[in-house]
């Protein structure tokens, strides 16, 4: 499906290298003071072309084609369209026919019998920027209600040390390789009381939208993994008067938000277009060897991290508007 959210819905359009992409946002509230501005800087921080990214030269100013009158929302389908303009698609010819490993090229065959190969047509990273125009919507929304998100790269290639990143991914390039990395998450000013109970967990929406980013190979909330390894003593959040002692929990707990901070991370595998020689087959079988040349990223776990704030946006933006439907406190019961 190409439609995410539930009572905030969001459909992209587009290919990496067809004319533009896009989305359309579907039941953003009225009266939500939104103009090109609110988008373009969310934008501006996932586009191609900067020092550690893709040098593919896109702009990617975004229009506002519909649902804005005098600077507000008017509660009609907000349409946003982002023109591609540096696509190069020559530079795919050579693989019109065979499946780059670890791409998606393979699996869009088998599922669609056809496929649009340049640039991995929807399945490119470049569909992430429709979402990241839609995921500003909804911070305009939530910016209203006090939620804030904000992001960070905590890890390349094992790596924790920031000043190191550079190097790391300048290494791998250098090789003709590419590295993975892990990004951060988080937002703050969530009331207490947002999400479901059970299948529509907040925890369970949180991690389907962050998995839903090409590229997204593991979701923590909170202490994640680690988690298992620790004493219910020690993973714990205990509580005084005042409120939370820690936030293992990572901000959520049975599904519902606690008032805490949510914490998210997100494994990025290392880009799969890579330049090193490896093995694959064409779309006959036959065995063959591919060095795949062109302008990738060589971590996208940087370019990663506006997508996954606004992935995050617009699952509590959701979650916002689905509280309001049904009534519900999203005050807490002890006046937090
Ligand atoms: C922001 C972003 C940028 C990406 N850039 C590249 C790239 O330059 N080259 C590439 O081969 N894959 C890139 N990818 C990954 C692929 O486009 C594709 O999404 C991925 O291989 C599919 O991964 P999946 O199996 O996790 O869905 C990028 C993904 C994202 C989210
Ligand atoms: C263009 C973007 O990233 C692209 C993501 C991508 C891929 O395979 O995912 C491959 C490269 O594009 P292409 O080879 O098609 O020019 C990246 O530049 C973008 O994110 O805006």
Known sequence: MNTFGRFFRVTTFGESHGPAIGAVVDGCPSGVPLSVAD???LLDRRKPGGPLSSPRAEADEVEILSGVFEGLTTGTPIALLIRNRD???????????IFRPGHADYSYLMKYGRRDHRGGGRSSGRETAARVAAGAVAMAVLGGAGISIAGSVREVHGVSDPERFEDEVRAA?????SVGGIAEVRAAGVPAGLGSPVFDKLDAAIAGAMMGIGAVKGVEIGEGFGAARLSGSENNDEMDAAGF????????LGGISTGQEIVVRLAVK?????ALPQRTVDVRGEEREISIGGRHDPCIAFRLVPVAEAMLALVLVDALLEGRAYGRSVAGQMGR
């Open 87 to 97: 696509v190069r698609s020559g530079d795919y010819d050579a693989l019109r026919d």
């Open 39 to 41: 988008i373009q800087p």
């Open 173 to 177: 390039q250098a090789r003709g390789d």
């Open 270 to 274: 290392p880009t799969p277009s890579i």
């Open 245 to 252: 002692l820690s936030n293992h929990a990572g901000g959520i």
